[in-house]
């Protein structure tokens, strides 16, 4: 009997082996995580945030590195704007407008590199066993032991801020947890019998890997990488304001709030602009991720009421 939500392959033996579930599924869950309150929130502000960051720049007026009213203008004071200005008098409305597709971008490169990498460990642990498995995850254990951001100041002081040394030291960083989600997913994918089945006709394990486990392992995926590319924002700003990221004078959200937390009392707007909208991507990257995991348990189980049906009929 076949899944639901998958395809048959008619072997030499003539044997009907259930493969992966068709490509919809992916789909399916997204449009049901939209569908609720949960999704549309979470997607809502993570949206908001992501067009200021890309269309901000296009937005025409001052330069963000170019002086516009004393340091730490208020919202009012002639040429400092609506959010005023920051410590060497630039306007801070510039600044977070311009200041944010950079970051996200090089979340989004950490974030990459922290899925693939944990996912093609965790995934080849799981599907390899023995003692290949027991040493990859114990390797990951030892990188998990050391606390993210020690791990990337470590790696960080040895060369300096480089922007393709932050994009690998934040995703070698996070690839351990994203291998160990990965990991526990796969085990019970790699257990099933058509996965079991091809094992065994002398398939390679490359192909095996990614025509049959990956596909079952999509959605886990995409919630993991949710939750990746919200720490990553975090780190990597948390790094822009240690001075190990974006460099002054470009803007940058991290940046701006450590320039900016001296004059809190004089303009707080330098420190709470890039401090809200680095929140609200943290929220709604992470609540839309949340949804979408709900909307895959609830598609499990109503894949898990069908079959069940079906074997009640044919027992019948």
Same mark, same amino acid.
């Given at each position: 009997?076949?899944?639901?939500?998958?395809?048959?392959?008619?072997?030499?033996?003539?044997?009907?082996?259930?493969?992966?579930?068709?490509?919809?599924?992916?789909?399916?869950?997204? /449009?049901?995580?939209?569908?609720?309150?949960?999704?549309? $929130? !979470?997607?809502?502000?993570? =949206?908001? +945030? #992501? *067009?200021?960051?890309?269309?901000?720049?296009?937005?025409?007026?001052?330069?963000?590195?170019?002086?516009?009213?004393?340091?730490?203008?208020?919202?009012?004071?002639?040429?400092?704007?609506?959010?005023?200005?920051?410590?060497?008098?630039?306007?801070?409305?510039?600044?977070?407008?311009?200041?944010?597709?950079?970051?996200?971008?090089?979340?989004?490169?950490?974030?990459?590199?922290?899925?693939?990498?944990?996912?093609?460990?965790?995934?080849?642990?799981?599907?390899?066993?023995?003692?290949?498995?027991?040493?990859?995850?114990?390797?990951?254990?030892?990188?998990?032991?050391?606390?993210? /951001?020690?791990?990337?100041?470590?790696?960080?002081?040895? $060369? !300096?801020?480089?922007?393709? =040394?932050? +994009? #690998? *030291?934040?995703?070698?960083?996070?690839?351990?947890?994203?291998?160990?989600?990965?990991?526990?997913?796969?085990?019970?994918?790699?257990?099933?019998?058509?996965?079991?089945?091809?094992?065994?006709?002398?398939?390679?394990?490359?192909?095996?890997?990614?025509?049959?486990?990956?596909?079952?392992?999509?959605?886990?995926?995409?919630?993991?990488?949710?939750?990746?590319?919200?720490?990553?924002?975090?780190?990597?700003?948390?790094?822009?304001?240690?001075?190990?990221?974006?460099?002054?004078?470009?803007?940058?959200?991290?940046?701006?709030?450590?320039?900016?937390?001296?004059?809190?009392?004089?303009?707080?707007?330098?420190?709470?602009?890039?401090?809200?909208?680095?929140?609200?991507?943290?929220?709604?990257?992470?609540?839309?991720?949340?949804?979408?995991?709900?909307?895959?348990?609830?598609?499990?189980?109503?894949?898990?009421?069908?079959?069940?049906?079906?074997?009640?009929?044919?027992?019948?």
């Amino acid at each position: 009997m076949a899944n639901a939500s998958s395809i048959d392959d008619l072997t030499p033996e003539g044997v009907n082996v259930t493969r992966a579930p068709r490509s919809g599924a992916v789909g399916r869950v997204l /449009l049901a995580a939209l569908k609720t309150r949960r999704g549309k $929130i !979470g997607a809502t502000l993570a =949206l908001i +945030v #992501l *067009a200021i960051a890309f269309l901000g720049p296009l937005v025409p007026g001052p330069s963000p590195t170019a002086f516009a009213a004393p340091s730490f203008s208020k919202p009012g004071v002639p040429g400092a704007g609506l959010l005023g200005t920051d410590v060497l008098g630039r306007s801070v409305l510039a600044r977070v407008l311009n200041g944010g597709h950079t970051l996200i971008l090089l979340a989004l490169a950490s974030t990459a590199l922290a899925v693939g990498l944990g996912a093609l460990l965790g995934v080849f642990a799981a599907y390899r066993r023995g003692f290949l498995e027991g040493l990859l995850m114990r390797g990951v254990d030892v990188v998990l032991a050391i606390p993210q /951001l020690v791990f990337v100041l470590l790696l960080m002081s040895v $060369i !300096g801020p480089k922007w393709w =040394l932050l +994009v #690998l *030291a934040v995703g070698l960083a996070q690839a351990p947890q994203t291998a160990r989600v990965m990991h526990a997913a796969a085990q019970s994918v790699c257990e099933r019998d058509f996965v079991q089945a091809v094992a065994v006709w002398g398939e390679p394990p490359r192909m095996v890997i990614r025509r049959h486990v990956l596909p079952n392992l999509t959605t886990p995926l995409m919630v993991e990488a949710g939750l990746r590319l919200s720490y990553s924002i975090i780190l990597i700003a948390g790094l822009s304001f240690l001075g190990l990221g974006t460099q002054p004078p470009a803007p940058d959200w991290g940046v701006m709030v450590n320039e900016n937390r001296l004059g809190l009392t004089s303009n707080p707007w330098g420190v709470l602009a890039p401090a809200i909208v680095l929140a609200v991507l943290a929220v709604g990257t992470n609540t839309f991720a949340d949804a979408v995991a709900r909307a895959n348990l609830g598609e499990m189980r109503g894949e898990e009421t069908v079959i069940a049906a079906a074997v009640t009929r044919e027992n019948e």
